[in-house]
């Protein structure tokens, strides 16, 4: 829309499918390609602009992914993040999640994405700038079960740990996640849950 040369990136074969649909709708011309944000598939410095929305955070190896992140992002040019805080709602739920399934020994959490220093820790002297906005997004759905409906079905960390589960320890996480979103949801018809966010401005060095 305001006249770039856009490429979407993604390992999830169905989502890159319904970026191409969108776009499609839209009259947009952006290229989609699979990749793997630990090994991004370009060459240095190809891109002015590098944006990742709630994505590349939860990357298994985090060091690696940031420096991908700088490597094809040209000097000067800006690396773009949002990403959830340990107290927003989204951190929450992963402590949640953790309580079922213990993360892997050594493994960091993306929440690390979401605080000043693990982003001053990852990106260190390539980044000549930072700026550092917190924000809020609100989750906006009929009910605290159409809210786990769909995050069952289309959000990855959600989808992995009940499919890791049996069916008695499925419901039970059900109800720890549906009294979570009770307890955060702002008031009103349907479901309004606040989670705060990092909006992250980098000027690449």
Known sequence: ???????????????????????????????????????????????????????????????????????????????????????????????????????????QSPMRWGTEDGLRALFGDAARDMRITPRTFVFRYQSPQHWLEVFRTYYGPTVKAFEALDSERQSALAQDIIALLEERHQGGPGLAVPSEYFEVVITRS
């Open 1 to 107: 829309r305001r006249w770039c040369d856009v490429t979407g990136i993604d390992y999830v074969p169905a989502l890159l499918d319904e970026g191409r649909a969108r776009a499609a709708g839209d009259r947009l011309p952006i290229t989609f390609v699979e990749g793997d944000s630990e090994a991004i598939p370009f060459p240095d410095a190809e891109f002015d602009v590098v944006l990742s929305t709630f994505g590349v955070m939860f990357s298994a190896n985090q060091a690696q992914a940031a420096a991908e992140l700088v490597r094809v992002c040209r000097p000067g040019g800006r690396i773009a993040l949002a990403n959830w805080t340990p107290g927003s709602y989204i951190g929450q739920l992963f402590r949640t999640l953790a309580r079922y399934i213990p993360p892997a020994p050594g493994v």
